[in-house]
């Protein structure tokens, strides 16, 4: 049998290495519920279309019981549905040469799109996310620990490096 995967290296309780297996998905399964929470139909909506959806929900650790605020979005390789601790997330000032105004580092921290405007590419171009079909998101991957931030076209907004 020959199936596509995604490998991952993970910690177990113990702090031991182990590799994880991530098997590729037609679609995110979005009927079942994800560490106890139940997705509405708008959560839904904002997972298939954008890939993330959009607001911090608590999710719950099995193990201890916490439950933890976190961020829910969909691997665009493998259509599993990942998160992120809330508490994790930094926001950084400045974006691609453009100041972040508390209001936008606070729509990011809640997992929402902002609009920028006059950002500079690392190839020293200017570009903005400024219309109705253009948002800029910040996204954080659970296997690296790293967030990409980045301008997306209608709703393309999940990616993970």
Not at 57 to 86: C, Q
């Amino acid at each position: 049998m020959k199936l596509d995967a995604r490998l991952s290296f993970r910690h177990d309780k113990d702090g031991n290495v182990f590799l994880a297996i991530h098997g590729i998905r037609q679609k995110p399964e979005l009927e079942r519920p994800f560490f106890g929470h139940e997705f509405s139909k708008e959560d839904k909506a904002n997972l298939l279309e954008t890939g993330n959806m959009g607001r911090i929900v608590n999710l719950k650790n099995y193990i201890t019981g916490e439950m933890i605020p976190s961020f829910v979005s969909v691997d665009k390789v493998t259509n599993e549905l990942v998160s992120m601790r809330a508490s994790s997330i930094q926001i950084p000032d400045e974006i691609k040469d453009v100041k972040l105004s508390k209001e936008q580092q606070q729509a990011l921290r809640e997992g929402k799109g902002i609009f920028l405007e006059n950002m500079i590419s690392n190839r020293k171009n200017p570009f903005s996310a400024t219309d109705a079909n253009d948002y800029f998101f910040c996204l954080y991957t659970l296997d690296t620990g790293i967030y990409a931030c980045f301008v997306t076209s209608v709703y393309l907004s999940c990616s993970y490096f």
